[in-house]
């Protein structure tokens, strides 16, 4: 079954762009299942469906998430159908299986205030000032995951630029467009950059070709340090550290733009979402700006004069 799930990654790395991340959770994921078929003397190779089915209902008796087992499913279901296409089986017994479905929580935000709190931190830093409020600027000035913003190479920030060319999931690019506060702390960082590489070439180290550099196995900033450091900002600038992630930042950067009338189509390119129905969950914060908008035009809504 290793054997299995070995071919299925590197089939995603090579034809998909997978991401390292998602390969991870495919394997994580598939592992399991692996686990659980093995318990019954059974492999990837001679389960059916009832065996899948039978999985799905002991994930559930666990107390699993909807989000969790659409996940687990969608690994088992990819694995299969590339079992089908290599004529590694002559069935694909997970085809028929329909998943829990995905239960529609709404993204968790900011407040303006909020945003403003932890940018206010972050330039209150007592050390790496510049590098953390460039941080903080581009990644609410455009909404990139995490991941994108850390892996940013330093190519793309030069020459001051309106626009920031992003490689998102499975290597696909979109330009975000650039704000004059993150403009201005990116041109700061910049200088600071420079100047701390010069000093590392002199003592021997390599050119970094990323725009935050690490001497690091990656080379540049971990997500995870760069999580550490945005709860940091929290708790100096007195927000619940509950509420703040990296990726609750992009929730802001989506929710502030369409509160502001931004189209959704807009928004969507600028998050990288591959269908607009991913991005439609952020239009909750329509709702009372629409019964504003009725409120202040409709002529029926208005008070009648005696």
Request: charge should be positive; proline fraction near 5%.
């Amino acid at each position: 079954m290793a054997r299995w799930v070995q071919a299925f990654l590197e089939a995603q790395a090579a034809e998909q762009d997978a991401a390292t991340n998602t390969q991870l959770a495919y394997a994580r994921d598939l592992q399991i299942f692996a686990d659980w078929l093995g318990d019954k003397d059974k492999t990837f190779g001679d389960a059916q469906q009832t065996d899948i089915e039978d999985y799905l209902i002991g994930c559930e008796l666990e107390g699993l998430a909807k989000s969790t087992r659409a996940r687990r499913l969608s690994a088992i279901k990819q694995l299969y159908r590339f079992a089908f296409e290599e004529g590694w089986r002559t069935d694909n017994p997970a085809i028929q299986i329909k998943g829990p479905g995905r239960a529609k929580r709404l993204p968790k935000t900011l407040s303006h205030e909020e945003v403003d709190r932890l940018l206010d931190a972050a330039r209150q830093s007592p050390k790496e000032t510049l590098r953390n409020t460039c941080l903080m600027e581009l990644l609410y000035a455009t909404g990139m995951r995490v991941t994108e913003l850390v892996s940013l190479p330093v190519t793309a920030a030069r020459g001051d630029p309106r626009m920031l060319l992003v490689r998102g999931k499975g290597g696909k690019e979109r330009l975000v467009p650039l704000s004059p506060p993150a403009r201005d702390a990116l041109a700061a960082y910049l200088v600071q950059r420079d100047k701390d590489e010069e000093l590392a070439r002199k003592s021997g180290a390599p050119a970094s070709k990323f725009l935050f550099p690490s001497r690091g196995k990656l080379g540049h900033l971990t997500r995870h340090r760069f999580f550490g450091l945005i709860k940091e900002f929290a708790v100096r600038g007195g927000v619940s550290p509950a509420k703040v992630t990296p990726h609750t930042l992009r929730h802001a950067f989506a929710t502030h733009l369409l509160e502001g009338g931004a189209d959704l189509r807009a928004i969507q390119t600028m998050l990288g979402h591959a269908d607009v129905a991913t991005t439609e969950i952020y239009t909750h914060v329509l709702d009372a700006r629409l019964k504003d908008l009725v409120l202040q035009h409709h002529p029926l809504a208005k008070p009648t004069k005696s």
